[in-house]
């Protein structure tokens, strides 16, 4: 069984569009998030959830707009999609915020804006 | 300056030899570092975890860490092909709410 799953895995649409990536754990860790890695391979983190609440916020557009409708799901929507966003995006969760936790990621998602 | 440097690379070593993969941190007061490796189109996977200064072994791998210095690094024993991949460094603070800062990776070429 895969630990963290997320879907699609392959996702090319065109501009303007709005998208949603779905995430789900299934290793009763109560934090998740959601990472960028653009073309470089730089991996930056956008968004994390505890126990369904949100806990960080980087500067990410407000056209990113996660939802976690319980701890175990974390879905990422994309409204009016910009090349730019063209990246693959990770799910990943870790039992919980405290600093020595292992991160766990999905296998990413490729989103092609085109 | 970067949260979190490493080597940009690629790194190339033969086969059998020992591969040095580096990282330095801005956060003096950084707690827990990880290294991750990432196959090419793969999602990353942790390796080694090191929390305390001075080195700790897990197989053919070997994470060092001085905080004075704030510098983490991986060895690579006996390094195979399969070893071939880029290596991302991690660092959690103390008081970041759990989140990781990542390198941008070092390349790793193992040449048979």
């Known amino acids: 069984d895969t630990a963290v799953s997320q879907t699609p895995k392959y996702l090319v649409t065109q501009m303007g569009n709005d998208k949603s990536i779905k995430c789900e754990q299934n290793l009763g860790h109560d934090t998740m998030y959601w990472y960028k890695q653009d073309s470089k391979k730089f991996l930056k983190i956008m968004f994390s959830?505890?126990?369904?609440?949100?806990?960080i916020n980087e500067t990410v557009p407000n056209r990113f707009s996660p939802k976690s409708p319980d701890k175990a799901h974390l879905n990422l929507h994309i409204n009016s999609l910009e090349l730019g966003d063209s990246a693959v995006y990770f799910c990943?969760?870790?039992?919980?915020?405290?600093?020595?936790?292992?991160?766990?990621f999905g296998e990413g998602s490729w989103l092609t804006v085109v | 300056q970067k949260e979190v440097e490493q080597n940009s690379g690629p790194l190339s070593v033969p086969e059998g030899a020992i591969a040095s993969l580096n990282c330095t941190y801005s956060?003096?007061?950084?707690?827990?570092f990880f290294w991750y490796r990432q196959y090419s189109g793969k999602s990353p996977e942790l390796i080694m975890f090191?929390?305390?200064?001075g080195d700790k072994e897990d197989g053919r791998f070997t994470a060092q860490l001085n905080k004075a210095s704030q510098y983490v690094s991986l060895l690579i024993r006996d390094s195979q092909p399969s070893d071939s991949a880029t290596y991302l460094c991690?660092?959690?603070?103390?008081?970041?709410?759990?989140?990781?800062?990542f390198g941008d990776g070092t390349t790793l070429t193992v040449k048979p």
């Open positions: 990943a969760s870790s039992q919980d915020t405290v600093s020595g936790n292992t991160i766990y």
């Open positions: 956060d003096r007061g950084s707690q827990s």
């Open positions: 959830y505890n126990n369904k609440e949100l806990i």
């Open positions: 991690a660092v959690n603070g103390h008081t970041n709410a759990g989140k990781s800062t």
């Open positions: 090191i929390y305390s200064n």
